[in-house]
T-cell receptor, first 118, second 112 residues
Framework: DARVTQTPRHKVTEMGQEVTMRCQPI?????VFWYRQTMMQGLELLAY????????DSGMPKDRFSAEMPDATLATLKIQPSEPRDSAVYFC????????????????FGQGTRLTVV | AQSVTQPDIHITVSEGASLELRCNYS??????LFWYVQSPGQGLQLLLK??????LVQGIKGFEAEFKRSQSSFNLRKPSVHWSDAAEYFC??????????FGKGTRLHILP
C-alpha cells in the first residue's frame, strides 16, 4: 500500500531549537509539496519540488525555513531557530506530475507532523 | 496567481439530507480543480478532480462536483449525507505548473 510517510508525527520543542521534519514520498513520484496548516491560515503552500529541484518556495519564510531533497526518497523541512508562531501541522504530499500535461496533477498526502513550539 | 474561496466555514445538515459545498476559484486559464476531505488528525484524501471534458465529475463516497466556467465555481454535492461524512472539505486549484492552492476549508457537521 503506497503512501507518503512523514516523521515525526508529533514534535514538541523549545523556542530557538532546530526542528527537522522528514518526508518519504511515494516511490516513483517526481513532485513533492510542503504545506503548513493552521486554524487561522488554513493550508498554506510553503514549497514544492520537481525531480528534487525547487520550483517555488515563495511561501516559506527564508530567514528560518529551508527545504531540501537530498535524494528522491527523502524530503526535509527545517526550521532554525523555531518560534512559537511556527506551531502548526506540516503536511508533505507527493505526485507524479508532468507540468500540466496529461492531467496528472494529483497530490497524495502524508498524515502530517504536528509541531508545537513552547 | 491562482486562488480559491470557500465562502462557508461551517455547514450543518441532517443525516439523509442533500449537501452542496461552495467553491469559487480565480485563475486566468482553464484550471485543474480538486476536492479533498480531511478527517480529524488525518491527512487529506482526494474526493474528485476536474481536468477537462465533462463538467460534471463523479468522485468517491458518492460525491460529485460541477465545473461552471461562467461562474468560476466548482461546487461539491452529495444527494444524501451519512454521519461518516462529517469532516473538513477543501477545494483546490492548480495551473499548468501543478502548483496546488487550497481554500480555507468548510467543516461539515451532521445532525442525527
Amino acid at each position: 500500500d503506497a503512501r507518503v510517510t512523514q516523521t515525526p508525527r508529533h514534535k514538541v520543542t523549545e523556542m530557538g531549537q532546530e526542528v527537522t521534519m522528514r518526508c518519504q514520498p511515494i516511490l516513483g513520484h517526481n513532485t513533492v509539496f510542503w504545506y503548513r496548516q493552521t486554524m487561522m491560515q488554513g493550508l498554506e503552500l510553503l514549497a514544492y519540488f520537481r525531480n528534487r529541484a525547487p520550483l517555488d518556495d515563495s511561501g516559506m519564510p527564508k530567514d528560518r525555513f529551508s527545504a531540501e531533497m537530498p535524494d528522491a526518497t527523502l524530503a526535509t523541512l527545517k526550521i532554525q531557530p523555531s518560534e512559537p508562531r511556527d506551531s502548526a501541522v506540516y503536511f508533505c504530499a507527493s505526485g507524479f506530475m508532468l507540468g500540466g500535461q496529461g492531467g496528472n496533477t494529483e497530490a497524495f498526502f502524508g498524515q502530517g507532523t504536528r509541531l508545537t513550539v513552547v | 496567481a491562482q486562488s480559491v474561496t470557500q465562502p462557508d466555514i461551517h455547514i450543518t445538515v441532517s443525516e439523509g439530507a442533500s449537501l452542496e459545498l461552495r467553491c469559487n476559484y480565480s485563475y486566468g486559464a482553464t484550471p485543474y480543480l480538486f476536492w479533498y476531505v480531511q478527517s480529524p488528525g488525518q491527512g487529506l484524501q482526494l474526493l474528485l478532480k476536474y481536468f477537462s471534458g465533462d463538467t460534471l465529475v463523479q468522485g468517491i463516497k458518492g460525491f460529485e462536483a460541477e465545473f461552471k466556467r461562467s461562474q468560476s465555481s466548482f461546487n461539491l454535492r452529495k444527494p444524501s449525507v451519512h454521519w461518516s461524512d462529517a469532516a473538513e472539505y477543501f477545494c483546490a486549484v492548480a495551473g499548468r505548473d501543478d502548483k496546488i492552492i487550497f481554500g480555507k476549508g468548510t467543516r461539515l457537521h451532521i445532525l442525527p
